[in-house]
């Protein structure tokens, strides 16, 4: 009798929790689903992200967006793909002097981009949440490193 109880208690339990597997698989397909491409990269820079995003065109336009949680004391060694959106580009992604605006979503700390690599020569400090548009400046399209700063 004791086999019995067990088994229609285990099979009692079995149902609850299919049901709640179910429904968090169909709310992550559906989530899934209302995210179209254009959705994800727009999202990629904003307030909060942590992220400082260097864009190739002017008034952060499509043309290519570089998110980085990290700083980069050398934007000529690396490679850039084109996108038109957004790209995952975490070190060195051949940025160097083709910046022409940014966008400092840091959490916590500021950022400052320099004309030379090794964060040497002139440069521009952007405060946390804040962004430049370079356009017109004499520094438009000549970084070639940033680093995070307090």
């Known amino acids: 009798m004791t086999e019995t109880i067990a088994t229609r208690a285990a099979a009692h339990l079995r149902q609850p929790v299919r049901a709640v597997i179910a429904v968090i698989l169909l709310a992550t397909a559906l989530t899934i689903?209302?995210?179209?491409?254009?959705?994800?990269?727009?999202?990629?820079?904003?307030?909060g992200s942590g992220k400082v995003c260097l864009y190739k065109?002017?008034?952060?336009?499509?043309g290519g967006i570089y998110r980085y949680g990290g700083s980069d004391p050398d934007y000529g060694n690396g490679f850039?793909?084109?996108?038109?959106?957004?790209?995952?580009?975490?070190?060195?992604?051949?940025?160097n002097d083709s910046v022409s605006?940014?966008?400092?979503?840091?959490?916590?700390?500021?950022?400052?981009?320099?004309?030379?690599?090794?964060?040497?020569?002139?440069?521009w400090y952007i405060g946390r949440n804040k962004e430049f548009d370079f356009w017109g400046n004499s520094l438009n399209n000549e970084l070639s490193s940033h680093k995070w700063v307090w």
């Open 33 to 47: 689903v209302q995210q179209t491409p254009a959705e994800a990269g727009a999202t990629n820079c904003d307030i």
């Open 101 to 123: 605006s940014i966008k400092n979503r840091g959490n916590f700390m500021n950022t400052k981009h320099y004309k030379d690599k090794d964060y040497e020569g002139d440069f």
């Open 57 to 62: 065109n002017s008034s952060y336009s499509t």
């Open 80 to 95: 850039w793909l084109p996108d038109t959106q957004y790209l995952h580009c975490w070190v060195n992604c051949d940025l």
